[in-house]
């Protein structure tokens, strides 16, 4: 079993910038390849960024390419997520997410954190 515990999200303004946490234990966490999902309200949850349990590959949803960065400390159990030049429209519940197989945009993955909520103001 593998527990999930998100934090940093926050209010910030347009324009503004926000790193996400997310602390994993119960499990060998470099085994681990690890997510970011969120869900706004009314919509279904969406991918964000993935990385591989090395760090050696990312993959990012096309809305934030080139604004968000996924990292990782293995040593810290730890995966974050850097969120530049936020938008209203980032507006979400952020959700943490890890699987020791799958590395992908899909919402299958075997473990879940709580989330954390970010809200971009305009």
């Known amino acids: 079993q593998v527990q999930l515990t998100e934090s940093g999200g926050g209010l910030v303004q347009a324009g503004g910038s926000l790193r996400l946490s997310c602390a994993a234990s119960?499990?060998?966490?470099?085994?681990?390849?690890m997510a970011w999902f969120r869900q706004a309200p009314g919509k279904e949850r969406e991918f964000v960024a993935v990385i591989s349990w090395t760090g050696g590959s990312t993959a990012y949803a096309d809305s934030v390419k080139g604004r968000f960065t996924i990292s990782r400390d293995n040593a810290k159990n730890t995966v974050y997520l850097q969120m530049n030049s936020l938008k209203p429209e980032d507006t979400a519940v952020y959700y943490c997410?890890?699987?020791?197989?799958?590395?992908?945009?899909?919402?299958?993955?075997?473990?879940w954190g709580q989330g954390t909520q970010v809200t971009v103001s305009s």
């Open positions: 997410a890890a699987d020791p197989l799958r590395f992908g945009s899909d919402r299958t993955y075997a473990y």
């Open positions: 119960g499990r060998t966490f470099s085994s681990l390849h």
